[in-house]
């Protein structure tokens, strides 16, 4: 929880019997009303929309800073080494048994925020880029993007000259050969961050499963 009084200590309780009572390995909570300001809403609601894409984020759950984590959570997240630590990340690559509890959020009692543009924005890419390699296949499906546009393009010059051999031709062919070269390029390119990324996943140490509980039989 933050340390601002935005989180009502009385609802802590709340929380932890809501996770006991569901069952769950964590609870976020979710606000009827945000006290924060605009800025800080507007960053947040587009943090939550990538979150969505890159992290395979329930659209219906809000990662709010408020929640419950059981010991088994914690210790799975605990598990991770590496040095860009995201903690939403972690907890949606070891369970997907979330609840959410509605909480009242409260204004800012004193001082203000030390989330800094800057710290939003290194939060923000430590999320884009240590948990999802989607960034990396945006490469191959831009070129695909591309060289589909190109191969249209390159069917309408021959169409148009077939139809009409006195129209000039030269710019359009080479617009197409352009965009067919530089798609397959990019498609070259999403192929190799393909080979990276999942390097870089096992190098991030993303399990495969969980382990739950271990019963040994005697």
Same mark, same amino acid.
């Given at each position: 929880?933050?340390?601002?009084?935005?989180?009502?200590?009385?609802?802590?309780?709340?929380?932890?019997?809501?996770?006991?009572?569901?069952?769950?390995?964590?609870?976020?909570?979710?606000?009827?009303?945000?006290?924060?300001?605009?800025?800080?809403?507007?960053?947040?609601?587009?943090?939550?929309?990538?979150?969505?894409?890159?992290?395979?984020?329930?659209?219906?759950?809000?990662?709010?800073?408020?929640?419950?984590?059981?010991?088994?959570?914690?210790?799975e997240i605990?598990?991770?080494?590496?040095?860009?630590?995201?903690?939403?990340?972690?907890?949606?690559?070891? @369970?997907?048994? =979330?609840? @959410?509890? /509605?909480?009242?959020? /409260?204004e800012r009692?004193?001082?203000?925020?030390?989330? @800094?543009?800057?710290?939003?924005?290194?939060?923000?890419?430590?999320?884009? &880029?240590?948990?999802?390699?989607?960034?990396?296949?945006?490469?191959?499906?831009l070129g695909?993007?591309?060289?589909?546009?190109?191969?249209?393009?390159?069917?309408?010059?021959?169409?148009?000259?077939?139809?009409?051999?006195?129209?000039?031709?030269?710019? /359009?062919?080479?617009?197409? /050969?352009?965009? &067919?070269?530089?798609? &397959?390029?990019? =498609?070259?390119?999403?192929?190799?961050?393909?080979?990276?990324?999942?390097?870089?996943?096992?190098?991030?140490?993303?399990?495969?499963?969980?382990?739950?509980? &271990?019963?040994?039989?005697?």
């Open positions: 929880m933050d340390d601002d009084f935005q989180n009502p200590p009385e609802e802590v309780s709340r929380l932890i019997e809501h996770a006991r009572g569901g069952g769950y390995d964590v609870v976020y909570t979710r606000y009827a009303l945000k006290r924060h300001h605009w800025g800080r809403n507007v960053a947040s609601r587009l943090n939550d929309r990538v979150a969505t894409i890159m992290l395979d984020k329930p659209r219906d759950l809000y990662l709010s800073s408020f929640k419950c984590l059981t010991q088994f959570t914690v210790q605990l598990k991770y080494r590496g040095p860009y630590p995201y903690i939403d990340g972690l907890v949606l690559r070891c @369970t997907r048994n =979330i609840g @959410t509890l /509605a909480a009242d959020h /409260a009692r004193v001082g203000r925020s030390g989330y @800094t543009l800057r710290k939003l924005v290194a939060l923000g890419l430590n999320m884009f &880029v240590n948990f999802s390699i989607a960034p990396l296949r945006l490469s191959a499906l695909v993007a591309a060289s589909g546009i190109g191969v249209i393009l390159g069917i309408d010059v021959v169409v148009e000259r077939l139809l009409r051999p006195g129209v000039p031709v030269g710019w /359009a062919s080479i617009l197409v /050969a352009v965009l &067919v070269f530089a798609g &397959v390029q990019l =498609i070259m390119l999403g192929l190799i961050g393909e080979y990276l990324g999942r390097l870089f996943l096992t190098e991030n140490q993303t399990p495969q499963f969980v382990v739950r509980e &271990v019963v040994e039989k005697l």
